[in-house]
Nanobody, 116 residues
Framework: QVQLVESGGGLVQAGGSLRLSCAASGIIFSINNMRWYRQAPGKQRELVATITTVGNTNYADFVKGRFTISRDNAKNTVYLQMNSLKPEDTAVYYC??????????WGQGTQVTVSS
């Protein structure tokens, strides 16, 4: 019954921007940390950014200064603002809610393609 649905991906030229959204249903995510991951073909899934219940954020080194994670608890939605995009940012981006270590919820992913 829990669903996380990402949107906002697409094709953009290097240096451009996109804003990804992840809307949750079937669960109140305001009491849980939210994360964005990404996975490129042939590579392992990697953590991009985390936002806590109180708005504290952490970023992977490869996106610091370029990406911003935020959340709107009233809308049960987490966002990833992606600026200064690079071709190496090309990946499927997934949002994640970790209720417990053994109980994770994932969206279906949204494709981000950055052309050179």
């Amino acid at each position: 019954q829990v669903q996380l649905v990402e949107s906002g991906g697409g094709l953009v030229q290097a240096g451009g921007s996109l804003r990804l959204s992840c809307a949750a249903s079937g669960i109140i995510f305001s009491i849980n940390n939210m994360r964005w991951y990404r996975q490129a073909p042939g590579k392992q899934r990697e953590l991009v950014a985390t936002i806590t219940t109180v708005g504290n954020t952490n970023y992977a080194d490869f996106v610091k200064g370029r990406f911003t994670i935020s959340r709107d608890n009233a809308k049960n939605t987490v966002y990833l603002q992606m600026n200064s995009l690079k071709p190496e940012d090309t990946a499927v981006y997934y949002c994640n809610l970790e209720k417990f270590k053994w109980e994770n919820y994932w969206g279906q992913g949204t494709q981000v393609t950055v052309s050179s």
